[in-house]
């Protein structure tokens, strides 16, 4: 499950942009946000941190908004990390499910005078996978849902800018979507034809975009703005079978002309979390009129505006079957880490030029430490007598086990909000740790140890911490502990554990 901003944050939020409240262009030019002349950089997490400390030396103040000894994946924004990212010339965050809060924040303030970076827009990314054992937690779109679970959502959810999916049916590019959607038909006179025609119909729009921030909409017609504020009208419901279909209200305060007066989004969902695409249905009229059409034939779909062809169509046929989120520790590979610092040094020498010969040197410098660290792994992992690893807890290594050829076991995804295996998840760890004499069994920092603790009292192995350095305890953070302090002690982890 995607993280979410509550209704209260929203809406203090946008007390603080429509207060003016220190916003970044309202504030002081770019570069000179620190103290003392110093640029300002604010990070979500301990990686960037890390990562930008190392880069920046003495010449920036650099902030962590994550609380040492704080849990990421349940983190929350203040109203006062919101002001420091609005005062920041550099903003550095990961993106992905735990960061989920951080796009509709920045889609609320005016970034031009900030230079934002996101960790997994610089490397190649992949999907989190689940393996053999492994408890799989998610949504299903089609779950019957009664109206009792049906909760109220702000605009936030829809935060963002978005693109109609009509131009790419019309170019071919959805061709394959009408191709599966033919072959997955068992109603043979749904041919690929019946398919084209339906989805030509169903997406059809002259709205060929929508940005969409905390309390406003843009609808660009034909390529031509028209934006309007926007506040939230409740719930439409339909019901549909076992379920429902829930429509989000939108009513416009001040009306111009190209954006339409009355919106309604639907996007499978019922209860607030970040939208992923939607269908939007709007009228001058009224809402009733839009919800007196309950089987429409037209429904203009939207997804994000930084997918290309090939990433809506991958999207459209995910949405079809299986969807996987993202893994986003892209930091656990070292070698991933090297193009990171690049961009970090890019970017603070694009707002501090002066110093730009710094950042660069001190950027290689970190580089040939992640390139020793990056060849002790590979030389454990090469001279190990097994190539799995097991852990009792989430899973947040898939770069790290993908850039050292590893196998791994474990009892949940890197993302997963749940705590507690079932006997079934832990009977096969147990099972697979006796079955290859695994000598060590894996936690990572603030999960659940003691699940790790059980599987190797049942089968005599070690319990180790692999740290995957998403954040550190105050006693590490105060002592100054480091990204390459935390790797390093997980190379003589694997080891032992490779043994």
């Known amino acids: 499950m995607k993280k979410l901003v509550s209704l209260v944050l929203v809406a203090t939020l946008a007390l603080f942009v429509l207060a003016g409240s220190g916003a970044c262009t309202a504030a ?8 003392e002349g110093k ?20 010449h920036a103040e650099v902030t962590m908004l994550l609380p040492p000894g704080a849990e990421s994946h349940s983190y929350e924004p203040t109203p006062q990390d919101i002001i420091k990212i609005q005062n920041c010339d550099v903003f550095i965050y990961n993106g992905g ?18 230079k934002v970076v996101k960790f997994i827009d610089c490397v190649e990314v992949v999907e989190e996978e689940v393996v053999e054992g ?15 679970d049906i909760k109220d959502r702000a605009l936030t959810d829809w935060a963002g800018e978005w693109q109609s999916v009509y131009p790419y049916l019309a170019n071919g590019s959805l061709d394959e979507l ?49 934006t309007a504020h926007y506040k939230y009208q409740g719930t439409g419901v339909i019901p549909e079978g076992e379920s429902f279909w829930v429509r989000y209200k939108f009513e416009a305060t001040d009306p111009v002309n190209g954006a339409p007066r009355f919106v309604m989004f639907s996007d499978h969902l019922h209860a607030p979390e970040k939208s992923e ?17 309950t089987e429409p034939v037209n429904w203009p779909t939207y997804y994000s505006s930084e997918l290309d062809s090939a990433g809506i169509l991958g999207e459209m046929l995910g949405h079809d079957e299986e ?15 090297k193009l990171i610092v690049q961009r970090i040094a890019d970017a603070l020498a694009a707002v501090d030029p002066d110093h730009k010969a710094e950042y660069a040197s001190n950027a290689a410098g970190y580089q040939e430490k992640l390139d020793e660290l990056d060849a002790q792994f590979a030389t454990v992992a090469s001279n190990g007598a097994r190539k799995t690893i097991v852990f009792g807890d989430r899973f947040p290594f898939r770069y790290f086990a993908d850039a050292y050829g590893l196998e791994y076991y ?20 147990v099972d697979k740790v006796k079955s290859e004499r695994i000598p060590v069994v894996f936690h990572i920092e603030m999960g659940n140890v003691k699940m790790s603790e059980a599987i190797a009292e049942q089968t005599g192995a070690k319990v180790l911490l692999l740290n995957a350095c998403h954040n550190v305890t105050r006693d590490d953070f105060a002592s100054g502990k480091t990204y390459l302090d935390l790797m390093g002690n997980n190379v003589d982890a694997l080891r032992e554990a490779l043994r």
């Open 323 to 337: 969807e996987h989120a993202i893994d986003e520790h892209v930091w656990t590979s070292p070698r991933n880490a």
């Open 178 to 226: 009408i191709e599966h959607k033919a072959e997955a038909d068992e109603d043979e006179s749904k041919d690929e034809a019946y398919y084209r025609s339906y989805y030509d119909t169903a997406y059809k729009t002259d709205v060929d975009r929508i940005v969409v921030t905390a309390d406003t909409m843009t609808f660009y017609t034909n390529g031509v703005p028209a």
């Open 277 to 293: 695409h939607f269908h939007v249905y709007s009228s001058d009229v009224s809402f009733d009129v839009l919800m007196e059409d």
């Open 97 to 114: 499910e735990s960061d989920a809060w951080v796009d509709g924040i920045l889609a609320s303030l005016d970034t031009s005078n900030i």
């Open 39 to 58: 640029i300002s950089v604010v990070t979500t997490i301990f990686p960037p941190y890390d990562f930008t400390r190392a880069v920046a030396g003495d």
């Open 134 to 148: 492994m408890e799989e937690e998610g949504h299903d779109h089609d779950e019957p849902f009664t109206e009792e």
């Open 28 to 35: 002081s030019p770019a570069g000179t946000g620190g103290a």
């Open 410 to 429: 474990a009892a949940f995804p890197g993302c997963s909000t749940d705590t507690e295996a079932s006997v079934a998840t832990v009977a096969f760890l």
